[in-house]
């Protein structure tokens, strides 16, 4: 090769190294614009774009050139590209789904003559209504229909689903139409209701629509809302569900169709379906009884599910005795009703239910709900809990935890729920886990809510640095506190006068138990101070706390903690050196269980504590050995409470 050549060589490869630079730009840029429209937008990267990213891939991936053709071809390809990236639209819409799949019980029971009468209506019929008792499950049999026309083989263009309910809005029914139609809603959404109607039908009256409508408890004028009905020959439908027979009438349904309650067999298939073959071979006399509780049911298929799902934990009779007493005690007092609906009490805790059922809100007088270690619950309705006016207590510690981590799928925000208990008045006991420090500022912000709180879990996984131990002082009934919270570094007590207050306020008064769990930037626990009744101390996985009570934070108050501790858990909070500074009386004292706190040197106990030698005392032998005792006699007298046997469970964050 000529020295001309090669220098000619040279500056060509200068050149492709330039505009592959900026062809690496071009591209970054495209694909921001791609990330954002379809992460933000659910858009679809054109096909255009996917070629020529896929040919940038390409160029990119050559490495070597022998000769300056090569380089001339491939500076000619990256210019090309280059020029070629400057699009207009790099994402396009993606077409909407005609029907929107429902989540359903993975067998259903009981409702395939029905259901299928309901399709066979459809074809010469344009209203439908369905109409049954609460809970005999109307809402199923609506969720089956609008999934039997998710996988083709019908001619509708789309399928709507809307939730209309007792408190009947047409504003929320034209949004849920809206939506699903793709009105854009910055120009219809603060519309008046007549200018949104006129869109909704301008839009349906050119489509063959299926409408289906949930819990409707009135007749609607759906014209209003700009459903079109005046073309009687319309392929377009609409199904509706209803507890009265009479909104049937007033919707002028071409076809009324009564949803019956399941008959004895197939309650009792059901409800052995929900119940588990495990629970009802765990003891013979337990068939039998759950055969009573499956005919209390009467053949409403949401009180066959729920009550068969609670029980499935059940595996003694005498539990089973009692929830059948409690079942037919509830629902013997009310006449004419159905017995769903007149259920007072309701504990589906510990039970797997992924999804609360919207026919729920046909508990009108529940007045108890638990809720409490249902880990695999995803789902909770929106407005469901805010139905229960009547609920007088709520149990949801732990509620949507899976395998003991939070489940991201869990959709029910906390905030929408603390909004949702601010209207039931009623409430006088809660137990709740909060997840988000902006829910925890609107439980803060309700008075109520703080007094009527007996059990509170923080689980937060966004940052949040300091918790002002005042905010909790109007929380009266407080008896269970549990935080686990990486980004927390202290619990503010504030100055000596506010010290003062807090302590003369009684405000930790019915605080029996506390569980402090993954703290990793937490250094004390000093507010216990104020918790003169704790019972129970847990602390685990606290990689910076150094004490649990702080003199310097103290400063003049003299209060001595833990007069009626019976339990100190400590697991691995490696920093740890001091419990508090000096003896301790622990006048009920019965179990002290430290592992992974090498650091701690000294335990709070002397002479006096050992007389009666009621403390057991659980630990590595190794760290038993390096313990910094009063004197030898008092090592001595512990040394009978000492035993090395690690415990099998880890830390229960939650249990009573």
């Not at 074809?123 to 008792?133: F, K, Q, T």
């Not at 050196?577 to 000294?602: D, E, H, M, N, T």
Request: one cysteine or more; glycine letters at 6%.
């Amino acid at each position: 090769m000529k020295v001309g050549d090669v220098s000619d060589l040279e500056d060509k490869l200068i050149a492709l190294q330039n505009e592959l630079q900026k062809l690496t730009e071009v591209r970054n840029d495209v694909m921001r614009r791609v990330v954002v429209a379809e992460q933000h937008y659910m858009m679809k990267r054109k096909a255009q774009v996917q070629g020529w990213l896929s040919g940038v891939e390409a160029v990119e991936a050559e490495s070597s050139y022998k000769f300056g053709k090569e380089v001339a071809r491939k500076l000619q390809a990256v210019i090309s590209l280059k020029g070629e990236g400057d699009f207009k639209d790099v994402a396009e819409t993606v077409p909407e789904d005609p029907v929107d799949e429902m989540p359903l019980e993975r067998t259903i029971v009981g409702q395939q003559a029905t259901f299928q009468k309901v399709l066979n209506c459809l074809a010469e019929n344009a209203i439908i209504g369905l109409y049954g008792s609460g809970g005999v499950g109307k809402t199923t049999l609506l969720k089956q229909i609008n999934n039997n026309f998710c996988y083709g083989g019908h001619n509708f263009d789309i399928v709507i689903w809307v939730v209309v309910s007792k408190e009947l809005k047409l504003e929320r029914i034209q949004e849920d139409i809206g939506k699903k139609i793709r009105l854009p809603t910055d120009s219809w959404k603060n519309r008046s209701i007549e200018n949104e109607a006129r869109d909704i039908y301008n839009i349906l009256r050119k489509k063959k629509f299926l409408l289906l409508l949930d819990d409707m408890w009135e007749s609607i004028d759906l014209t209003k809302v700009g459903v079109p009905l005046s073309n009687q020959k319309t392929e377009s439908k609409i199904v509706f569900t209803t507890r009265f027979e009479e909104v049937c009438g007033k919707m002028e349904a071409q076809k009324k169709i009564k949803v019956e309650c399941l008959g004895l067999e197939e309650a009792w298939r059901l409800f052995q379906m929900k119940v588990g073959e495990d629970t009802l071979d765990s003891h013979p006399d337990i068939s039998k009884l759950a055969k009573t509780m499956a005919k209390e049911c009467a053949g409403l298929l949401l009180a066959l599910i729920t009550v068969g799902q609670a029980m499935t934990c059940k595996k003694t009779p005498d539990k089973w005795r009692d929830a059948i007493e409690m079942l037919t005690r509830s629902t013997a007092e009310f006449s004419g009703v159905s017995k769903l609906v007149s259920l007072r009490h309701l504990n589906l805790s510990c039970t797997r239910i992924a999804e609360l059922p919207i026919g729920l809100k046909a508990l009108v007088n529940l007045r108890y709900l638990n809720l409490e270690r249902m880990y695999s619950l995803r789902t909770i309705p929106r407005h469901l809990i805010s139905s229960f006016s009547m609920l007088q207590v709520l149990r949801m510690l732990n509620c949507g935890e899976f395998g003991g981590t939070l489940d991201k799928n869990f959709v029910f925000d906390d905030e929408f729920l603390i909004e949702e208990l601010f209207g039931l008045k009623r409430l006088n006991e809660l137990s709740i886990t909060l997840r988000t420090p902006h829910a925890l500022e609107r439980f803060l912000s309700s008075l109520k809510l703080k007094s009527c709180t007996h059990s509170l879990r923080l689980r937060f996984h966004s940052e949040m640095k300091s918790l002002n131990i005042s905010s909790l002082a109007d929380m009266k009934h407080l008896h269970k506190f549990s935080v686990s919270c990486d980004g927390l570094e202290e619990f503010e007590i504030g100055f000596a006068g506010n010290v003062q207050r807090i302590r003369e306020a009684h405000v930790f008064h019915a605080l029996h138990k506390v569980y402090i769990q993954n703290c990793n930037a937490l250094k004390d626990m000093t507010w216990l101070l104020f918790a003169p009744n704790l019972k129970i101390l847990d602390i685990l996985n606290c990689n910076k706390m150094e004490e649990i009570i702080s003199a310097a934070k103290l400063g003049e108050v003299q209060e001595i903690p833990f007069n009626k501790l019976e339990f100190l858990e400590l697991h691995h909070v490696p920093e740890l050196k001091s419990i508090y500074w000096s003896a301790l009386g622990f006048q009920q004292q019965k179990k002290i269980i430290v592992y992974g706190c090498p650091k701690l040197k000294r335990l709070p106990l002397d002479s006096t504590s050992a007389k009666e030698r009621k403390i057991v005392v659980k630990g590595d032998e190794n760290w038993w050995n390096e313990l910094e005792w009063e004197d030898q006699a008092t090592r001595n007298a512990f040394l009978l409470c000492f035993n090395s046997n690690r415990p099998l469970n880890s830390i229960d964050m939650g249990g009573d």
